[in-house]
């Protein structure tokens, strides 16, 4: 089984903070995606990766940035949180480029930026 | 733009039949897809079609129109454990997806 594993399920943080969360995939995927969750809208793509080294904006990247230095680990990265960025984050893997292939999901990061 | 519609909320009395629906408009389409999220939890996939028709997995169906822009994911002999959301999210041309905010599905003893 996949596992993906996210190093905080909650944290709070306060605004201005330079915030970074996690993700680890043990299976090898090619890919790996940072979601964030809010109430009544569905997953926004903030920023994706296909390689090491490589990283595409997604839908939200204002206010982010990432970093895949190793295969296994994809980082995301509040160089200032703001209150704005309240929410749940879900790392997410899959095998490899351009397939279909669903998503294998770590178990989230409740983010509280006061 | 691109679009998925999902109702909001559902809710079914155990051991029912529910049906949810997805509509969507997306540039191109490599696939749908539909998983389920309890409370607190991360996504698990349930079900993906990329042909018309019906798919049958357990309790679990769905089916897809591609000519409709529809799905959707039938739930037989519904169980109190099958209180979720059940997202829906459909791969378009650049193999990007596009998600639907999902449906609380609530079931009623």
């Known amino acids: 089984d996949v596992k993906v594993t996210q190093s905080s399920r909650y944290l709070v943080k306060r605004t201005g903070e330079k915030v970074f969360l996690e993700c680890v995939q043990d299976?090898?995927?090619?890919?790996m995606f940072w979601y964030r969750q809010d109430p009544g809208l569905g997953l926004r793509l903030i920023y994706f990766s296909y390689d090491v080294k490589m990283k595409e904006k997604g839908d939200i990247p204002e206010g982010y940035s990432v970093s895949r230095e190793k295969k296994e680990r994809f980082s995301l990265i509040l160089e200032s949180a703001s209150t704005n960025q309240t929410s749940m984050y879900l790392c997410?893997?899959?095998?490899?480029?351009?397939?279909?292939?669903?998503?294998?999901f770590g178990n989230g990061t409740r983010l509280t930026v006061t | 733009g691109q679009n998925i519609d999902q109702p909001t909320e559902m809710t079914a009395t155990e051991g029912a039949i529910v049906q949810i629906n997805c509509t969507y408009q997306t540039s191109g389409f490599n696939g749908l897809f539909w998983y389920q999220q309890h409370a607190g939890e991360a996504p698990t996939f349930l079900s993906y079609?990329?042909l018309d028709g019906l798919e049958e997995k357990g309790r679990f169906s769905s089916f897809l129109s591609r000519s409709k822009g529809y799905s959707y994911l039938l739930l037989k002999e519904l169980q109190m454990k099958d209180s979720a959301s059940y997202l829906c999210?459909?791969?378009?041309?650049?193999?990007?997806?596009?998600w639907g905010a999902g449906t609380k599905l609530i079931i009623k003893p």
């Open positions: 079609n990329v």
């Open positions: 997410a893997s899959s095998p490899g480029q351009g397939d279909n292939s669903p998503l294998h």
């Open positions: 299976m090898d995927h090619e890919n």
């Open positions: 999210a459909v791969l378009d041309s650049n193999y990007q997806l596009i």
